[in-house]
């Protein structure tokens, strides 16, 4: 096994200021160049995803994509994810899918859409589905690039374009859109003529699970139509924050045990 590049908070700070100003290739560039194949973009086929997916393979055609199928994606998902893989074939895809006897251990306790029932469901849900098995293909990198940008939520305000992500395993989070704006976005998309995810065309601005993402109303911010009966939650599945109050971490131990018996 490739030895691992790790990195400290102090080195990760100084390379952070010094790529603060830079353009996202060249931040993906420094990437690439420092990890090589131990960084992966992971990507939900967003918008912003689908930026860093393109920049990434012009630099590096065999790059690593990761994404998950959680199982209760929209079928439109399913059709350009395979449109996607097709446009950037070179790259090295993995789909990831949850455990199947945490899913059935979880539905068993609390039904297939439990997480319309109560937040510490769906951050169960979300856990389950999504997190578990990201962190599983997490720990066996150097480096990831997530789409992030500062804009998009409160939670992602503070973002740095690399930084230490101590959620797993102290690896580097490399967010090179973290200074763009959703308008950088789609003049990148449109002016390079990048696949983007058809249901942005139906009003979605954020696409998750079916049943768990809307399209917004006017007015309304980017992220509302997520989780859009939730009053109050965070806006996110606990992949790119550790969710501090989730009160599901019970409950979750109890089905890793039900699926796994231990
Ligand atoms: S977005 Fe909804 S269906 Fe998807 S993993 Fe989270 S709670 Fe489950």
Known sequence: MAQRLLFDDLEIGEIAIELDDKEPQEVIAWAIDTFGDRVAVVTALQAEGMVVLDMAYQIKPDIQVITVDTGRLH???????DQVREAYSQARWRVLFPDGREVEAMVRRHGVNLFYKAVPLRLLCCQ???????????????AWFTGLRREQWASRAAIRKVEIDHDHGGIVKINPLADWT???????LRQRNVPYHPLYDQGYTSIGCAPCTRPIRPGEDDRAGRW???????????????????????????????????
């Open 75 to 81: 079928d439109a998902t399913y059709a350009f994810l």
């Open 228 to 262: 859009w009966w939730e009053i109050g939650a965070p806006k996110e599945c606990g992949i790119h924050c550790p969710i501090e109050t989730g009160g599901f971490e019970h409950e979750a131990e109890a089905i890793l045990k039900e699926a796994h018996g231990i």
């Open 182 to 188: 959703k308008e950088e976005v789609w003049d990148y």
């Open 128 to 142: 389950i589905r999504k997190v578990r098995p990201l962190i599983r293909a997490l720990g066996q990198l150097d």
